[in-house]
């Protein structure tokens, strides 16, 4: 039985395109959340700005700005109980703000550079 070369390939490319989308993910989460850093807190994608900030808010973190979306919001929480709160009042999970702006095509909405 002759087997193709996407057989072949294909498993180890598989398998290194998770590792690198793993790796990426694990740089972008060190230090999200740590007190009076700036953090992306991603929220559901079907929430609205509106309820997003409400969530925020109601998490006593600091509000930086929004997102590049509707669902994501950069927040500096002061402690660790406001990042809990994050994730109490729905942000599925945080992402630390930098690495975050390096992986994004929205990156100016992270900086908050309007000059582009």
Do not use: Y
């Not at 609205?48 to 979306?69: H, L, N, Q």
């Not at 994050?86 to 702006?101: P, S």
């Amino acid at each position: 039985m002759r087997r193709n070369a996407l057989q072949i390939i294909g498993l180890p490319c598989l398998i290194t395109g998770f590792a690198i989308v793993w790796s990426l993910g694990l740089i972008a989460m060190r230090g999200a959340g740590e007190p009076r850093a700036l953090s992306l807190a991603v929220f559901p994608p079907w929430w609205g700005e509106k309820r997003v900030f409400m969530a925020a808010a109601a998490s006593g973190s600091r509000i930086v700005g929004p997102g590049p979306v509707d669902w994501l919001l950069i927040v500096s929480p002061d402690t660790r109980s406001q990042t809990l709160g994050l994730k109490a009042e729905g942000a599925v999970f945080l992402l630390n703000a930098t690495a975050a702006k390096a992986c994004s095509t929205g990156a100016t909405a992270l900086s908050g550079d309007q000059s582009t």
